[in-house]
């Protein structure tokens, strides 16, 4: 099974920590909720509500949640990406896993290939073998990565060779937290704060002010600040996990090449779906300024907030 390492989570537990509320008194009630969903915390923020008229929400987002997971997960043996990886097909795919599959696709050839969710075999060789892999142990784990390989539509979703494996950890978090905010805005919430792993805050704060996230490096310091509204943010850097901290190689790898770095330490996207966000901080680690930039610019109303 693959090691379950709390990919880029720190930067998140930063991240809504920095999040704060006015220190008067609020305009209206708050109803708070705190649980677990991909393997990581998760949190919420419901302005308007009491925690007792928010009780069956709360309840609605965590069966949507472990629904979601039961497609998605790398870690439950029952989700329809683990049984992709075991073995390669998937047949009457989910909506959502057809939805999210077509995003990377949107996103691979927007960042020109560095975004790629077949990188699974060789995340998962460098988490499990560190610096003792071999050079030919490299070699074959690299061999399997191409998103080329990935075909799916509403019969089936397939990985052309044998070994193939994806990893959605790079952009289901966020697709995860979109989906949440669209069950929240179906049953009429307008000011919420949602950290699912990533970031969504619609309307405003209680106390009529925008809601402020704080961008965090893996220390702990917090960079930035950015004002939020109807609106997403996911912050990436590599080294929130090392995965073989003497090379200095940490969890997001290159799957353009095996001997290739990241190439930027921090790099902070808001963008309106948490997804597009998620998945252009993660490739924007291994990009040039100006190639994520061409990237963010594919996809409307999306800003790079924050790269070092």
């Not at 309106?272 to 040039?288: K, N």
């Amino acid at each position: 099974m693959t090691p379950k390492l709390n990919r880029r989570r720190f930067l998140s537990i930063s991240a809504a920590t920095a999040m704060t509320l006015s220190t008067g008194a609020s305009a209206a009630p708050v109803a708070y909720w705190t649980g677990h969903t991909m393997g990581a915390g998760a949190s919420m923020k419901l302005a308007g509500l009491t925690d007792a008229e928010a009780r069956p929400v709360f309840r609605a987002v965590e069966h949507e949640a472990d629904r979601l997971e039961r497609i998605f997960s790398l870690y439950r043996p029952d989700s329809q990406l683990v049984q992709l990886n075991e073995t390669g097909l998937v047949r009457a795919p989910a909506p959502e896993l057809l939805d999210l599959l077509s995003l990377c696709d949107r996103l691979n050839r927007a960042t020109a290939g560095a975004f790629d969710p077949t990188l699974q075999p060789m995340w998962l060789l460098r988490a499990t073998r560190g610096s003792a892999a071999t050079d030919r142990e490299i070699e074959a784990a690299q061999s399997l990565v191409g998103w080329n390989g990935v075909r799916f539509d509403t019969e089936e979703a397939r990985l052309d060779r044998p070994g193939m494996a994806l990893t959605l950890n790079g952009v289901a978090q966020g697709y995860v937290t979109d989906r949440i905010g669209a069950l929240l805005t179906e049953r009429g919430l307008r000011n919420v704060l949602i950290d699912f792993g990533e970031i969504v805050a619609m309307g405003r704060r209680p106390d009529g002010m925008p809601w402020q996230a704080g961008i965090a490096a893996p220390d702990g310091e917090i960079v930035q600040r950015v004002v939020l509204r109807d609106r997403a943010v996911a912050t990436s850097s590599p080294a929130g996990t090392m995965l073989v901290p003497a090379a200095g190689i940490g969890h997001i790898l290159d799957p353009r090449s095996a001997d290739a770095k990241a190439i930027n330490r921090l790099v902070s996207v808001s963008a309106p779906q948490a997804a597009v966000a998620d998945g252009l901080s993660t490739a924007g680690c291994l990009m040039s300024p100006a190639d994520l930039a061409h990237a963010i610019g594919t996809f409307p109303n999306t800003t790079l907030e924050t790269l070092i």
